[in-house]
């Protein structure tokens, strides 16, 4: 199984700050990664899919960078609505896995 | 604008087996060439993939359920169902069904979750 590894596991910041979460892969998944947010109580939302291509109607804000093994997600510029937990998730071979989550917080 | 929704017994009994059924709505469970999928959250933990079904048949679970996990899809009342069997507390979790779509180039095809169900809460307990 390909193992998916966030970083970092929780994050603390601000509105309007810029933040990035990392995702590894055991290994080469190319541009297998997708990305998605999850609020308490709610299913996860797809944000990025294929490592950079938004999904459409998510805010531009949110940006997916990456291939091969290491991969990136960028906010922008924090909103409100942003506070939330992100998952990665590998698509390159079954089983399909998921990273262990980033849990982002309000400063 | 498609939706799921699970359903299916809130509570089970360990060594029995949990069912859960998925209706899609707003389109044609067999239009499209999705995979429709299982997935599950234990309280407070991260996403676990447990399989995928397309109309065709084909089938493909996560090894470590396998012997325990089977689908199966119903094109006459759009909706895919999940079968557990002999369940434990571990099997305790919040199960979502999703559509796997996909974004295709010339050369190869991304997969990834793009409709999701609200969620259906299952506890293992005696």
């Known amino acids: 199984d390909i193992q998916m590894t966030q970083s970092p596991s929780f994050l603390s910041a601000s509105v309007g700050d810029r933040v990035t979460i990392t995702c590894r892969a055991s290994q080469s998944i190319f541009t297998y990664l997708n990305w998605y947010q999850q609020k308490p109580g709610k299913a996860p939302k797809l944000l990025i899919y294929?490592?950079?291509s938004l999904q459409s109607g998510v805010p531009s804000r949110f940006s997916g960078s990456g291939s091969g093994t290491d991969f990136t997600l960028t906010i922008s510029s924090l909103q409100p609505e942003d506070f939330a937990t992100y998952y990665c998730q590998q698509s390159y071979s079954n089983p399909i896995t998921f990273g262990q989550g980033t849990r982002l917080e309000i400063k | 604008q498609v939706q799921l929704q699970e359903s299916g017994p809130g509570l089970v009994k360990p060594s029995q087996t949990l069912s859960l059924t998925c209706t899609v709505s707003g389109g044609s469970i067999s239009s499209g060439g999705y995979y429709w999928s299982w997935i599950r959250q234990p309280a407070g933990k991260g996403l676990e993939w447990i399989g995928r079904i397309y109309t065709s048949g084909n089938i493909n679970y996560d090894p470590s359920l396998r012997g325990r996990v089977s689908m199966s899809i119903d094109t006459s009342k759009n909706q895919f169902s999940l079968r557990l069997s002999s369940v434990t507390a571990a099997d305790t979790a919040v199960y979502f069904c999703?559509?796997?779509?996909?974004?295709?180039?010339?050369?190869?095809?991304?997969?990834?979750?793009?409709?999701w169900g609200q969620g259906a809460l299952v506890t293992v307990s005696s």
């Open positions: 294929a490592a950079f």
């Open positions: 999703a559509r796997v779509s996909g974004y295709c180039t010339d050369t190869s095809c991304y997969p990834y979750f793009d409709y």
